[in-house]
């Protein structure tokens, strides 16, 4: 179907965004963001080698074993941890401006009642604005992944593999998804508010609340990060001592985890950073067990799209209220 | 004869009962104002736990006969109890006084009453004047229920004994967050006054918050966003280098929120972190700068018109 009305309404709003550089914008922004995590990070892992090295070739002058300091280790997908948090906060409140304007650039020019007096069925109206919006998810994170993937070339100084471009492109698969959560939520949301700028500010409540308010909770009552550099640390205690001492707060470990689960970012957040071997548990551990032991966090997201693409055809558009605010 | 208030105050009046009445500023300042009650539960939970797990610790250390150490939990300061509250004004309060610096003007710009206001012999710095005092009103009310619910919290915690010195600390905290909230409302406000459409006018300052929250830091401390808003990581050094060290100074004076968590740290006794009270003088000199941005934009909105184009 060539021309199909789907097909119409979203190559226009593509071609919208694209004349007015607003997907331009925010993808260099949200670019900006990441790559600036990743340089940063890369500057400050040099500092911690060059550290290393001094105290090793002082150890060596002093005629002793270089054996008794611990070598930073360095595994490339790792320095991404800032980059991804970007995209997590970042990328979410980008998926809320996308939506957003994808309902009220009609709401505003008052053209919504004359695209809706055309032969176009109220779920192709919706259709076509969601894929477009999808698209321009699609493309903008991937433009911002194959930065990445080459500022992180060349910062590394190691060629990545086809392994760590799978996990790049997963991570960018598991983005396209969460990003486009806000993306629906927020063009539900300017779609069937009464004032297009309520809409907006109701968005960014929903986001403040799952992207950083929740994992904050959750990340703050960790017992760990009470006391500078951690209490066990503090303490002297080993890993295997420390399981055991923390299974007397079952309980509370149970509501600071149910708390961050509660946010779809926490869900992103664990799948990308075992997916990319960020958290310890998971570096240098095949794809294969790893998306077996995240597949909870992957359904969970696809659900949440899921779910709110559903509502947004289910729920019937009244296109009277929305032409006056 | 009954004397007439200023016309500023009665701007600032009538600005503060639109707010009142503003269904999503409301919204949000009772977010903020329940968030703070949270921090402090947050708080005590979390260090009330510390010391059960280092009670537990204790008695473990002591069974495989290993040497105890002192207890952290003592070198915590009551007031480091109200950490969170730190984050909670970074991140709901300043989105609540963004938008109602939004409100108090983008409202009146689409409901199309500022040519009334054209029509009528009012100054245009008694304008702004009165949408400035409503705006420094609100916020300011903003942060004194927080202060007040964080006072009542503390006297209804267990065992958790504040000196008249930490009860000025405290205060200093709130009057910290009144400016920090300030800064972010003028802002809003002024772009409210001079953007062509209500979104952008809106965007412009929540980006900006959010440069200046997650990628400052990034920048110049190579803290995470996450770590950045976690009141103990955020405290963290930047690496020793030159790198950090001249980009930090480079970007010392837009770092605003930089300014804002070495102050509250050291009102909440969190960190004596260097040059803190600089850091404060720095906040209030980009809060007037704002108010003076502020106040330019609305003292130049067209009164003639004054909506926006979409």
């Known amino acids: 179907m060539p021309n199909s009305p789907l097909r119409i309404i979203a190559t226009k709003d593509i071609r919208d965004a694209l004349r007015d550089h607003f997907i331009l914008i925010v993808t260099v922004f949200l670019s900006l963001a990441a790559l600036s995590a990743l340089v940063t990070g890369a500057i400050a892992l040099r500092t911690d080698v060059a550290t290393f090295e001094a105290a090793k070739a002082s150890l060596l002058a002093l005629g002793k074993s270089a054996d008794q300091i611990k070598s930073p280790e360095f595994y490339p997908l790792r320095l991404l941890r800032g980059a991804v948090e970007q995209i997590e906060i970042i990328g979410a409140a980008i998926g809320i401006m996308i939506g957003f304007r994808a309902a009220v650039s009609e709401r505003g020019r008052q053209t919504l009642l004359l695209v809706l007096t055309r032969p176009v069925a109220r779920w192709q109206f919706l259709a076509g604005k969601a894929v477009a919006g999808l698209i321009m998810i699609a493309v903008g994170l991937g433009l911002v992944l194959v930065a990445l993937a080459v500022v992180l070339h060349l910062v590394s100084g190691i060629g990545l593999g086809w392994d760590d471009i799978t996990r790049l492109a997963l991570v960018w698969g598991m983005a396209v998804t969460y990003v486009s959560c806000f993306f629906l939520l927020s063009f539900f949301l300017a779609l069937h508010q009464s004032q297009a700028a309520h809409a907006l500010l109701l968005g960014f409540a929903v986001w403040l609340t799952l992207v950083l308010i929740a994992p904050q909770i959750g990340d703050t009552l960790d017992p760990d990060n009470q006391v500078a550099g951690g209490v066990f640390k503090q303490l002297h205690i080993a890993k295997p001592d420390q399981m055991e001492i923390m299974k007397g707060f079952a309980s509370y470990e149970t509501l600071r985890s149910g708390i961050e689960a509660a946010s779809i970012t926490k869900h992103f957040e664990r799948f990308s950073f075992a997916v990319l071997g960020i958290k310890d548990t998971y570096t240098g551990m095949p794809l294969g067990p790893i998306l077996t032991e995240k597949s909870t966090d992957l359904i969970w997201i696809f659900l949440t799209a899921l779910g709110l693409g559903s509502l947004l055809l289910a729920i019937p558009l009244n296109p009277t209220k929305l032409a006056k605010e | ?310």
């Open chain 2, 1 to 310: 004869m009954t004397q007439i208030p200023p016309v500023h105050r009665l701007i600032a009046l009538q600005s503060c009962r639109f707010i009142l009445r503003e269904r999503t500023a409301s919204v949000l300042g009772a977010m903020f104002v329940v968030l703070v009650m949270i921090s402090a539960w947050l708080g005590w939970s979390a260090t009330d736990t510390t010391n059960r797990i280092y009670l537990d610790a204790a008695v473990f250390l002591k069974a495989a006969g290993q040497t105890v150490p002192t207890n952290p939990v003592l070198d915590i300061s009551p007031l480091s109890l109200m950490r969170n509250m730190a984050v909670y004004v970074s991140l709901i309060g300043v989105l609540a006084a963004i938008v109602i610096g939004n409100r108090l003007v983008a409202s009146e710009r689409k409901a199309g009453v500022l040519p009334l206001y054209g029509a009528r012999p009012i100054e245009r710095s008694a304008f702004a004047m009165g949408k400035l005092l409503a705006l420094g009103l609100s916020v300011g009310v903003l942060a004194a229920i927080a202060g007040v619910v964080g006072f009542v919290t503390f006297l209804l915690l267990p065992n958790v004994p504040v000196s008249p010195q930490q009860w000025l600390q405290f205060g200093g905290f709130f009057v910290l967050s009144a400016v920090y909230l300030l800064l972010f409302g003028a802002l809003a406000m002024g772009c409210a006054a001079m953007a062509q459409s209500e979104s952008v006018g809106l965007l412009i300052p929540v980006t900006l918050w959010l440069a200046v929250t997650f990628i400052l830091p990034q920048i110049t401390a190579n803290l995470n966003p996450t770590a950045a808003i976690n009141p103990v990581a955020a405290l963290a050094d930047a690496p020793h280098t030159a790198y950090f060290q001249w980009v930090g100074w480079a970007l010392a004076p837009i770092s605003v929120a930089d300014c804002y968590k070495f102050g509250a740290a050291r009102f909440l006794d969190m960190a004596q972190a260097p040059a803190s009270g600089f850091y404060m003088v720095w906040l209030g000199v980009v809060a007037v700068a704002a108010m003076a941005f502020a106040r330019h934009a609305l003292t130049n909105i067209d009164m003639t018109n004054g909506g926006f184009d979409a």
